[in-house]
């Protein structure tokens, strides 16, 4: 099956535009307590995905930028539980920021 991809200002619109879209930061939990997209809840394991999501979920998995495969692993992961609507944000952290878009978390300047 072909991933689903989505950029960094289709996500922003799309979060803009108040849609409802669980955002799933696919790091270490100390770098998504360090840097994130508003918003966004970090799933690691299957554990975490059983508790923060549900199958009808709209679902945005991202990581750092597009070298880190730690959304991919989720992605596929997602999928396999068998969670249809799935997209990945491979710019990650990177591309949002590149775009100006707001991030927060304790490295974040405010």
């Keep these: 099956m072909v991933m689903k991809l989505i950029n960094a200002k289709e996500l922003k619109q799309r979060l803009d535009a108040g849609e409802s879209i669980k955002l799933i930061c696919?790091?270490?939990?100390?770098?998504?307590e360090a840097t994130r997209i508003p918003g966004?809840?970090?799933?690691?394991?299957k554990e975490d995905v059983e508790k923060l999501l549900d199958k009808e979920d709209e679902i945005?998995?991202?990581?750092?930028d597009v070298?880190?495969?730690n959304s991919i692993r989720?992605?596929?992961l997602l999928e396999s539980l068998g969670y249809k609507k799935v997209?990945?944000?491979?710019?990650?952290?990177?591309e949002w920021e590149n775009q100006g878009f707001p991030l927060v978390g304790s490295k974040v300047n405010h």
């Design 74 to 76: 989720m992605y596929h």
């Design 67 to 69: 070298a880190c495969n």
């Design 40 to 45: 966004s809840l970090n799933c690691l394991v």
């Design 26 to 32: 696919a790091l270490a939990h100390a770098s998504f």
């Design 60 to 64: 945005v998995v991202y990581c750092s």
């Design 87 to 94: 997209t990945r944000f491979s710019g990650g952290l990177l």
